[in-house]
Nanobody
Framework: QVQLAESGGGLVQAGSSLRLSCAAS????????????MGWFRQAPGKEREFVAA????????YYADSVKGRFTISRDNAKNAVSLQMNNLKPEDTAVYYC????????????????????WGQGTQVTVAS
């Protein structure tokens, strides 16, 4: 099993920045963190969970939801078993619980936006953006 733990959420003013981190531990079938595609999702009150960003095993490929493109940056440090989400120019509509997710990549670099594609999830961290 892979355990994921998010951190870095909080209450900020619109226009501010936050950096979310996700620490991974454990493994499946002896795989390492670099064997997993990683993603960030978010769920606002009363709404379904939605895709935010994804990054390939090596970090060479990334993909973003249109709503965050140009403002958010996903990155990973395989040596530290961690993935981050740098969020700039935050807006009130970014308010949500943010979740880190992992999918064993089977050696590929395909990125996934569907939450059903991910096998492991963190508990989430709250981000609140005040207007």
């Amino acid at each position: 099993q892979v355990q994921l733990a998010e951190s870095g959420g909080g209450l900020v003013q619109a226009g501010s920045s936050l950096r979310l981190s996700c620490a991974a531990s454990g493994s499946t079938s002896g795989s390492t963190f670099s064997g997993y595609t990683m993603g960030w999702f978010r769920q606002a009150p009363g709404k379904e969970r939605e895709f935010v960003a994804a990054i390939s095993r090596s970090g060479g490929n990334t993909y973003y939801a249109d709503s965050v493109k140009g403002r958010f940056t996903i990155s990973r440090d395989n040596a530290k078993n961690a993935v981050s989400l740098q969020m700039n120019n935050l807006k009130p509509e970014d308010t949500a619980v943010y979740y880190c997710a992992a999918r064993f990549a089977w050696g590929g670099s395909r990125l996934y936006t569907d939450e059903s594609a991910y096998n492991f999830w963190g508990q989430g961290t709250q981000v609140t953006v005040a207007s």
